[in-house]
């Protein structure tokens, strides 16, 4: 099992960075499509659709992401043709994380087949596949840094979790979780995007500005521990450990992305405010 977790890390960091790097736009748009729908295969999974429901639903969201993100950004460049749909995406996953996530972990709504359960894979998935193909085409090492600040969240909080836990964070949702690796996960992601902004030469400037950037990324951890907790819920009420087999060793395709799926969509929000596409 350590060996193929190992491999199959390894092949999937190395074709990622492939991809990042130095695959032109339009594959990259098809293959964040493809990850989209093999999430929502997985989602299906999760909501116990049949083989034909899953496989429809799974053809169905690749698809709508395919078609959005042709709409919204150029096929060749990347470049955003439409930021008002963007804005839409990413304002309804905003929404949906911090506030009905929430409360949906609190009250532990069913999480099953039907309209509420395939909207809810739709709002997962679709704002943070457009947001890859949007921080990509913005800097792929911009993108990669986001993402390896959640990898950070999670690493943290397993170390942290591990040697200090006490108090339970979500006990009937994810007993493993605990405040301690929580806060574990807050203070690696502030050491690291400490780290990084030094490394770039772009330090906060005065005390109005650190207190910004620490606030925004303890946003950036909570929204990664709902992305998580979320998926650990569907993943309990199914009766599964994993949202499947795809990546041996590591599970499913959503086991891998649960916290990205949460963060990336208000990452892209900021870059098109930061960019003044809005105005």
């Known amino acids: ?22 695959l032109p736009f339009s594959v990259w748009l098809l293959l964040v499509s493809g990850v989209c729908g093999l999430g929502a295969w997985e989602w299906g999974g999760l909501l116990k659709l049949s083989a034909g429901g899953r496989r429809g639903y799974a053809l169905f969201s690749l698809v709508l992401c395919c078609a959005l993100g042709w709409l919204a950004f150029d096929f ?25 996530v929430p409360l949906w972990l609190k009250t532990k709504w069913p999480i099953q087949a ?9 709002v997962i998935l679709l704002p943070a596949c457009l947001a890859m193909m ?3 085409a913005f800097a792929p090492l911009f993108l990669l840094a986001v993402m390896a600040a959640v990898w950070m969240a999670d690493i943290s909080a397993y170390a942290c979790g591990r040697a200090f836990g006490r108090r339970k964070l979500a006990p009937a949702i994810s007993p493993g979780k605990t405040w301690e690796g929580a806060a ?3 203070g690696g992601v502030l050491l690291y995007g400490s780290a990084v902004t030094a490394a770039v030469g772009r330090m906060p400037d005065g005390t109005g500005a650190w207190v910004g950037f620490g606030l925004a990324l303890a946003l950036l951890t909570v929204v990664s521990i709902y992305g998580d907790l979320f998926e650990s819920l569907a993943k309990r009420q199914a009766g599964v450990k994993d949202s499947g087999t795809t990546l041996p060793g590591h599970g499913g395709v959503l086991d891998r992305i649960d916290s990205l ?19």
């Open 1 to 22: 099992m350590l060996r193929a977790r190992i491999v199959t890390a390894l092949l999937l960091l190395a074709g990622f960075l492939v991809a990042l790097f130095l």
């Open 76 to 100: 060749a460049s990347g470049s955003t043709r439409l930021p008002d749909l963007l804005l839409a995406a990413y304002l309804l996953a905003g929404a949906f994380w911090l506030l009905v």
């Open 114 to 122: 039907g309209l509420r359960g395939g909207l809810a894979g739709l």
């Open 134 to 136: 949007q921080l990509r």
């Open 184 to 186: 574990g996960a807050l």
């Open 261 to 279: 799926t949460s963060t990336l969509p208000l990452v892209g929000l900021a870059v098109l405010l930061w960019e003044g596409r809005l105005l």
